[in-house]
């Protein structure tokens, strides 16, 4: 156990909608990471919150946003939701900044979110 | 842009024999390498990373890698082959000089182990 929740972990919709994914971070992690798992493109970094703020953004798309709360939950919002977008969506959380260089990255389980 | 490439999505190894899997990466500076395996249904955890002291990084569970400069690659090695080794293992690098802190993955090995 990482000590990173993520819910819901499966998750069932039509194109069009839209969904919230959420994810606790390890307690005391200031930064919590997005990622996207899926077949064809493999685990693609979405963007990066450090105690609140946005750090840093990777390939996500504008029909997602993401925020960080005081609390230092993390939500994904999907809007719009195509096909493409049924993958799995990791959350991972690092005590700080540094997280990336030196490795500690602590993932959840991952939303299985899939788009019919 | 750095990125980084496993040869051989699948891997079948026999129980006992020497697992092998290969990552390159592509930078003109010695990034930071990592390795993390994902068992089903679970999340990624960090296996192993070079961070610039030994080249020869030992990790959990008798899994080890070499960075090589001269080759641009950090393959992941465990001499002898367990049931319980069967997973997906990705390669992970970021630059030094990266002003983002994100991780560029590869696209994953998955280990077979037949018994």
């Known amino acids: 156990d990482s000590g990173v929740t993520q819910t819901p972990k499966h998750l069932i919709t039509a194109t069009g909608q839209r969904v919230t994914l959420r994810c606790s971070p390890r307690s005391g992690d200031l930064s919590v990471y997005w990622y996207q798992q899926s077949l064809d493109q493999g685990l693609q970094f979405l963007i990066q919150y450090y105690n609140g703020e946005e750090r840093a953004k990777g390939n996500i798309l504008e029909r997602f946003s993401a925020q960080q709360f005081p609390d230092l939950h993390s939500e994904l919002n999907l809007s719009s939701l195509e096909l493409g977008d049924s993958a799995l969506y990791f959350c991972a959380s690092s005590p700080g900044l540094a997280g990336a260089i030196t490795g500690e990255l602590f993932f959840g389980e991952g939303s299985r979110l899939t788009v019919l | 842009a750095q990125s980084v490439t496993q040869l051989g999505s699948h891997v079948s190894v026999s129980e006992g024999a020497l697992v092998l899997l290969r990552c390159n990466y592509s930078?003109?500076?010695?990034?930071?390498l990592f390795w993390y395996v994902q068992y089903p249904n679970q999340g990624l955890q960090l296996l192993l990373k070079y961070t610039s002291a030994a080249t020869l990084v030992k990790g959990i569970n008798g899994f080890e890698a070499e960075f090589k400069k001269s080759e641009t690659s950090f393959h992941l090695t465990k001499p002898s082959a367990h049931m319980s080794d069967a997973a997906e293992y990705f390669c992970a690098v970021r630059l030094r000089n990266n002003a983002g802190n994100m991780l560029t993955f590869g696209g994953g090995t998955r280990l077979m182990v037949k018994p």
């Open positions: 930078s003109s500076v010695p990034p930071y």
